[in-house]
């Protein structure tokens, strides 16, 4: 029999626990993280997703997106920014909006494309993402209450809420010094690609709440306004008809146009002059017709 058989084995030690001995002192000491100071650009990193997808938004607040809704925004009310998302290529450009919000201590992240889809929810992010606090909702009454003036155009719109439509109307009143649009839902009017489509006219047009139109019309009427409305057919030219100074033109939805009741009420129906080729324009196209023509006579 082998010696090595009948020798009693040693046996072994331990292997040493690469775990930290238990009588060290722990170290308190908390771990750097790059989203402490996230108004800091973190030395070109991709920010991980958990640190930079923004939980739901509150209901007063919004997301803004596209480079001149967002450009715009900053200059009208900069105090309502919470947070930045942007991508690279457009970090020069809002280098401005980034060391105002390092100031203020709030926050700013520099994102991938694909990040920033998720925050926007939305394709069309044009790299910007802003997180604001909503503007207030104005009511009609405090709108009619504080405007005195002689000359005022307002919209009243009747079931439209397409939200590119709700954009292009909103960049065509901020072009024609319209500052005010009668609507039960006004808050449609801050949603985010209504806002990219306004290119920042959204910033200069009020949504005043309505709760019954054919109400909020009467009370324009009281308050020295003269209704207009539109009619494909039975309306008199836009460029033949003298506009009054202080209007409201009402506009529905495109496929069944104004409410019966609604139209009922109104002191001038309209028609834009055209080939006859279409049935109608789009509302936002309209819009833009007749409160251009409307500003047109008031110069």
């Known amino acids: 029999m082998s010696e090595h ?13 690469t775990a930290q001995n238990s009588s060290a002192k722990p170290s308190h000491k908390p771990a750097k993280n790059p989203l402490q100071k996230p108004w800091l650009k973190s030395g070109g990193q991709r920010p991980t997703s958990s640190g930079t997808r923004p939980a739901k938004p509150k209901t007063d607040e919004s997301k803004v997106y596209g480079d001149n809704a967002c450009r715009v925004l900053f200059q009208q009310r900069p ?11 457009m970090a020069a450009k809002f280098s401005d909006v980034m060391k105002y919000l390092a100031q203020q201590k709030k926050a700013y992240h520099i994102v991938e494309d694909q990040e ?18 909503r503007k207030p909702i104005q009511s009609l009454a405090s709108y009619l209450q504080q405007q005195k003036g002689k000359t005022d ?4 719109l009747d079931g439209v809420g397409n939200p590119h439509n709700l954009g292009a109307i909103s960049r065509s009143c901020a072009h024609f010094g319209v500052s005010g649009v009668i609507m039960q839902q ?24 309505s709760d019954s139109l054919a109400l909020s019309l009467q009370l324009c009427k009281q308050a020295g306004y003269t209704l207009l409305t539109t009619s494909s057919h039975n309306g008199a030219s836009l460029y033949q008809t ?23 009420t109104a ?29 047109r006579q008031q110069q």
């Open 5 to 17: 058989s009948n020798k009693p084995r040693k046996p072994r030690s331990p292997a040493k626990s």
């Open 79 to 89: 105090e309502s920014i919470i947070r930045l998302y942007l991508n690279a290529d």
């Open 242 to 264: 003298k506009l009054p100074a202080k209007v409201v033109v009402v506009f529905g939805e495109e496929m069944f146009g104004v409410s019966k009741n609604v139209a009922k």
């Open 186 to 209: 006004p808050e449609l009017l801050q949603s985010g690609a209504a806002l990219r489509t306004a290119e920042g006219g959204g910033e200069f047009v009020a949504g005043l709440s």
């Open 267 to 295: 002191d001038i129906a309209l028609q834009i002059p055209g080939s006859g080729k279409v049935e109608s324009l789009n509302v936002s196209v309209a819009a833009s017709l007749i409160i251009g023509e409307w500003y």
């Open 153 to 156: 155009c307002l919209l009243a």
């Open 116 to 133: 920033l889809e998720k925050i926007a929810a939305s394709a069309h992010h044009g790299g910007v993402v802003l997180l604001v606090k």
